[in-house]
Nanobody, 119 residues
Framework: QEQLEESGGGLVQPGGSLTLSCAGS????????MGWHRQAPGKLREVVAT???????TYLDSVKGRFTISRDHAKNTVYLQMNGLKPGDTAVYFC?????????????WGQGTQVTVSS
């Protein structure tokens, strides 16, 4: 059964760094777009960064230059390196993998990991 397992969240001071990891349970995810979303209390979930099977990337404007998404195809794992963290980055971060099959979007989600940026 395909699953995504996240790790790496925690508490960090402003200006600090964290790396999130998301491991896919099978090689199925090698053909999926993978990415990170986040949701802060009282706010809508937003897409933070995505990486395609060909390693093309996209970023939320507010994290450009601070966050880097990458994937290790051999390990079916995607990473989010977060530098220069700000209190506004505080949220639950969710790993996502998706693939479009015709008119259907096939989605998988991780359980979420808390990132708190505070002094």
């Amino acid at each position: 059964q395909e699953q995504l397992e996240e790790s790496g969240g925690g508490l960090v001071q402003p200006g600090g760094s964290l790396t999130l990891s998301c491991a896919g349970s099978t090689s199925t995810f090698s053909s999926y777009v993978m990415g990170w979303h986040r949701q802060a209390p009282g706010k809508l979930r937003e897409v933070v960064a995505t990486v395609t099977p060909a390693d093309g990337t996209t970023y939320l404007d507010s994290v450009k230059g601070r966050f880097t998404i990458s994937r290790d195809h051999a390990k079916n794992t995607v990473y989010l390196q977060m530098n220069g963290l700000k209190p506004g980055d505080t949220a639950v971060y969710f790993c996502n993998a998706y693939k479009i099959r015709g008119s259907v979007r096939d989605d998988y989600w991780g359980q979420g990991t808390q990132v708190t940026v505070s002094s």
